[in-house]
């Protein structure tokens, strides 16, 4: 593979070196995060450097990132463990902002990763403030829209005109058939035939607390907090499925592929196997396979097959043995 060429997915980025000499500097490609294309780059001499900066552009002098993140340098061919670095949280302008030295020898095929766990924008015209980009994406919207979300907003909160009790799993909600109905097909059904929920217009939903079938409501009426969609994802993937919400569903989707990590994929690809959400199940897959991180969750890994699926296990067995073809040799407990 080809010094410059990068490998990104999610969060997270990869750079595989295949040769480095004694006293030499190479540069990344860019590689896009957020709203800002990226550059990794290394110096040999005495410590290998690594810095990370944003490429000069306009949106990086104007709205300059403060990342959040982690770096890992570790050879390609042998099975050895990676040189991590500290969660780093820095202000990057130039390539002179970040420099972290690694004390070990790499010479040849060896890849470093960067993984971001928060990107913000720091704002010069506004004293400095900070926000991240992430829980805040995808909400512009016109003043007319945020009017009539409002409104939707107090028929909710305040029950106007309810027309139908929520039973939870630790309360009760009032909402609008109108609604439930136009959002779902499951819910339609419901008040269109006769049904008991038609007749004594509540409905059971007690595998939900309050709080999660409020969120569910709230999306359904346009009116989710994105912190409280991030809260309530997994909450909200199942009455997604349940209710036949294939917005939401994609919408869970495309927010759990966002932050796939050591520490969750492996419950993300049961998601994914679950609720046949295949976008999800190529990053997982991809994640452990294609970037190498099945040597981080190598524990987690077993109990994951003493306990998973056994289709999804073979899946992955055939992910692995003859569709991929991954850089690592695989350890036999691993696999």
């Known amino acids: 593979m080809a010094d410059s060429k990068m490998m990104t997915i999610s969060r997270l980025a990869q750079w595989r070196i295949e040769k480095l000499g004694p006293c030499s500097c190479k540069t990344s490609d860019p590689f896009k995060i957020g709203i800002w294309n990226w550059h990794l780059s290394v110096e040999k001499n005495r410590y290998l450097h690594v810095r990370l900066f944003p490429e000069p552009s306009r949106v990086s002098i104007e709205q300059p990132p403060i990342a959040t993140f982690i770096l890992r340098v570790f050879n390609a061919r042998a099975n050895r463990a990676p040189y ?7 202000l990057l302008r130039t390539s002179d902002d970040f420099v972290w030295p690694v004390d070990s020898t790499f010479h040849d095929r060896f890849i470093i990763d960067v993984e971001f766990l928060d ?15 992430w829980p805040s994406d995808g909400m512009m919207q016109s003043i007319s829209t945020q009017s009539t979300l409002r409104r939707l907003s107090r028929m909710l909160d305040e029950a106007i005109h309810a027309d139908v009790t929520i039973h939870t799993a630790d309360g009760t909600l009032r909402a609008h058939k109108a609604i439930l109905a136009a959002s779902s ?3 339609q059904s419901m008040f269109h035939h006769d049904f008991k929920e038609k007749e004594s217009s509540t409905i059971n939903i007690e595998d939900m607390s309050t709080e999660s079938c409020m969120a569910f409501l709230s999306y359904l009426y346009g ?9 309530h994802r997994l909450a909200l993937l199942e009455a997604a499925n349940k209710y036949d919400n294939a917005d939401l569903k994609d ?12 520490g969750n994929v492996l419950d993300r690809l049961q998601e994914a196997w679950l609720y046949q959400l295949d976008k999800l199940k190529k990053g997982c897959l991809a994640y452990l396979f294609d970037f190498g991180k099945v040597y981080d969750a190598r524990e987690e890994i ?34």
């Open 84 to 90: 991590i670095s500290t969660v780093h949280e820095r």
């Open 119 to 133: 990107l913000k924008i720091w704002h010069l015209l506004n004293g400095g403030e900070a926000s991240s980009i």
């Open 185 to 187: 097909p499951v819910f």
């Open 223 to 231: 009116t989710i907090k994105q912190e409280d969609f991030w809260k």
């Open 251 to 262: 919408a869970c989707e495309e927010s759990l592929v966002e932050d796939i990590n050591t």
């Open 302 to 335: 077993n109990n994951f097959f003493r306990q998973a699926d056994r289709e999804l296990i073979l899946e992955m067995f055939q992910e692995v043995f003859t569709i991929r073809k991954p850089v690592y040799n695989l350890p036999c407990e691993v696999l």
